[in-house]
C-alpha cells in the first residue's frame, strides 16, 4: 500500500511563499510521475504541476513563472516552491503520484490535501 504524506500548507499574505512537501512511502517499484493538483471551493480539480522522473515538467499557464516543481527521486519526494502568491491560488493542493508496481501495472495514488490560503 502506498501513502503520499504532503505538508507545507497555510495562511500567508498575497506576495508572499510557501512550499509544499510531499514523500510517498510504501511498496512500490518506480516513481513515474509526481505532481500537484489543486482545488478551490466550487470548481473542479486542476493541474498544477508536475514532474516526470526523467525531468520533465508541465505546468499550468496561470502558475507559470511563479511556481517551481522539484523532486527527489531517492526519498520518493516531490516539492512545490510557490512565489509571488495570489489570492486566487487559494485552495486544497493535493499531492499526486503515478507509481509503476512489480507487476509492471501504472497505479495512481493522492494524498489528503493541504490547505493554502492567501488573503489580499
Known amino acids: 500500500q502506498v501513502q503520499l504524506l504532503e505538508s507545507g500548507g497555510g495562511l500567508v499574505q498575497a506576495g508572499e511563499s510557501l512550499r509544499l512537501s510531499c514523500a510517498a512511502s510504501?511498496?512500490?517499484?518506480?516513481?513515474?510521475?509526481m505532481g500537484w493538483y489543486r482545488q478551490a471551493p466550487g470548481k473542479q480539480r486542476e493541474l498544477v504541476a508536475l514532474?516526470?522522473?526523467?525531468?520533465?515538467?508541465n505546468y499550468a499557464d496561470s502558475v507559470k513563472g511563479r511556481f517551481t516543481i522539484s523532486r527527489d527521486n531517492a526519498k520518493n519526494a516531490v516539492y512545490l516552491q510557490m512565489d509571488k502568491l495570489k489570492p486566487e491560488d487559494t485552495a486544497v493542493y493535493y499531492c499526486n503520484a503515478q507509481i509503476l508496481d512489480v507487476s509492471d501495472q501504472i497505479r495512481g495514488y493522492w494524498g489528503r490535501g493541504t490547505q493554502v490560503t492567501v488573503s489580499s
Open positions: 514532474k516526470t522522473s526523467i525531468g520533465s515538467t
Open positions: 510504501g511498496s512500490m517499484f518506480r516513481v513515474v510521475v
